[in-house]
């Protein structure tokens, strides 16, 4: 099974880790080397996420985990939790000038940029004075957020729901089992 919620915090880990080691690299240069690598790092989790195992759904604008079959074969496991809430959480901002004053880095970034762009630009957008980095595109994040402030979705009284209620009249059955 390949997990969306686990990939989401993988991409959570690498952009806290990028941040860290531009933050420590203001005193000691060498660790733009290591932001340099949890940056890579990200992009290849997004990778994983948007087109290694697929498990973003198109059509319900949404990200589920995935079964891969031995004849590797994927398979969506439709359940919608908060396992394809938790791909929003890889989402953070850094000042575009912030980002250009770590000169090491920023040639290496837009080197990489280069040579994976499509991935890059899915993931890192510029937004006014700033730069996002997420696992998602903003239509992507946008899809979500409306399932996670829908009342019949994920939104309640009480919270959010850990389990859409869209399962309450429309069960997932899987195998001998159903949700």
Same mark, same amino acid.
């Given at each position: /099974? ?5 990939? *989401?915090?993988? *991409? %959570?880990?690498?952009?806290i880790m990028m941040k860290m080691a531009l933050e420590l690299?203001?005193?000691?240069? &060498?660790?733009? $080397?290591?932001?340099?690598? @949890? #940056?890579?790092? %990200? ?18 604008? @949404? #990200?589920?985990?995935?079964? &891969?079959?031995?004849? =590797?074969?994927? =398979? ?5 939790? +908060?396992?394809? /809430?938790?791909?929003?959480? $890889? !989402?953070? +901002? !850094? ?9 090491? +880095?920023?040639?290496? %970034? ?18 006014? $004075? ?9 239509? =992507? &994040? ?5 399932k996670v402030f829908d009342p019949e979705e994920f939104l309640?009284?009480?919270? !959010?729901?850990? &389990? ?11 195998g001998s089992s159903s949700v």
């Amino acid at each position: /099974i390949e997990q969306s919620d686990a990939t *989401g915090w993988m *991409g %959570f880990y690498a952009l806290i880790m990028m941040k860290m080691a531009l933050e420590l690299s203001i005193e000691e240069p &060498l660790y733009e $080397s290591l932001a340099t690598t @949890f #940056f890579e790092h %990200f992009i290849y989790i997004s990778k994983t996420i948007h087109k290694t195992h697929d498990m973003w759904d198109e059509e319900d604008g @949404f #990200f589920y985990d995935a079964i &891969l079959t031995p004849d =590797q074969q994927t =398979q969506k496991l439709k359940i919608r939790s +908060f396992v394809g /809430i938790i791909p929003i959480y $890889s !989402l953070s +901002f !850094l000042e575009e000038a912030d980002l250009k004053s770590h000169k090491f +880095f920023y040639e290496r %970034f837009l080197k990489f940029r280069e040579y994976n762009k499509e991935d890059v630009d899915r993931c890192v957008l510029k937004v006014g $004075s700033k730069v996002m980095f997420s696992l998602m595109d903003v239509e =992507q &994040l946008q899809r979500v957020l409306t399932k996670v402030f829908d009342p019949e979705e994920f939104l309640s009284d009480y919270g !959010l729901r850990s &389990l859409s209620k869209f399962h309450e009249k429309n069960p997932l059955h899987f195998g001998s089992s159903s949700v």
